[in-house]
T-cell receptor
Framework: AQKVTQAQTEISVVEKEDVTLDCVYETRDTTYYLFWYKQPPSGELVFLIRRNSFDEQNEISGRYSWNFQKSTSSFNFTITASQVVDSAVYFCALSRYSSASKIIFGSGTRLSIRP | EAQVTQNPRYLITVTGKKLTVTCSQNMNHEYMSWYRQDPGLGLRQIYYSMNVEVTDKGDVPEGYKVSRKEKRNFPLILESPSPNQTSLYFC????????????FGPGTRLTVT
């Protein structure tokens, strides 16, 4: 069975602090895909990143970085020098490579950045 | 403009009155999916479709039906809505097999009384 766990329900930090959102996944597949999505207060869901199971390189995009570690089944997301606009709910998701692909989302982490 | 549209955006209905939420995408995506979002539970997949006439159950399919007669449309049907189906619903589309990023519609907030 596939599962995605985001143990941090809510995080609150002061602006300019660094913050890491944890994502731990379970799957028996050797080929799978991991995603992060952002849901700002306006409610829409925005894609942030996709990573396949064969690519363990960390990725950096501006203030955002992602640390994928297969050994610990984790795909953590770090925001450096957080800003108020980063306030949102962040979801981690897992998709298998298959002829029929369910997609499993974590329960989300609500991030609040205080000015 | 590439987008996923859903209608209606808000709906209040009564128990047992059949309803359909429409979803349409203009990106020629093969994969389409419906999710419900409930507090503390994140997004849960209801049904997905790998292509026209190919649909399959997600994790919470009970009480819902879907059809995929055309590539661009993927309506969600509630034959006999119940209060436990009160939720925020999202339609999404993406590339082949659901292994690519998904583009989400704006959401439909459904209340069943």
């Amino acid at each position: 069975a596939q599962k995605v766990t985001q143990a941090q329900t809510e995080i609150s930090v002061v602006e300019k602090e660094d913050v890491t959102l944890d994502c731990v996944y379970e799957t028996r597949d050797t080929t799978y895909y991991l995603f992060w999505y952002k849901q700002p207060p306006s409610g829409e869901l925005v894609f942030l990143i996709r990573r396949n199971s064969f690519d363990e390189q960390n990725e950096i995009s501006g203030r955002y970085s992602w640390n994928f570690q297969k050994s610990t089944s984790s795909f953590n997301f770090t925001i450096t020098a957080s800003q108020v606009v980063d306030s949102a709910v962040y979801f981690c998701a897992l998709s298998r490579y298959s002829s029929a692909s369910k997609i499993i989302f974590g329960s989300g982490t609500r991030l609040s950045i205080r000015p | 403009e590439a987008q996923v549209t859903q209608n209606p955006r808000y709906l209040i209905t009564v128990t047992g009155k059949k309803l359909t939420v429409t979803c349409s995408q203009n990106m020629n995506h093969e994969y389409m999916s419906w999710y419900r979002q409930d507090p503390g539970l994140g997004l849960r997949q209801i049904y997905y479709s790998m292509n026209v006439e190919v649909t399959d159950k997600g994790d919470v399919p009970e009480g819902y039906k879907v059809s995929r007669k055309e590539k661009r449309n993927f309506p969600l049907i509630l034959e006999s809505p119940s209060p436990n189906q009160t939720s925020l619903y999202f339609c999404a589309s993406g590339g082949t097999g659901g292994i690519y990023e998904q583009y989400f519609g704006p959401g439909t907030r459904l209340t069943v009384t």
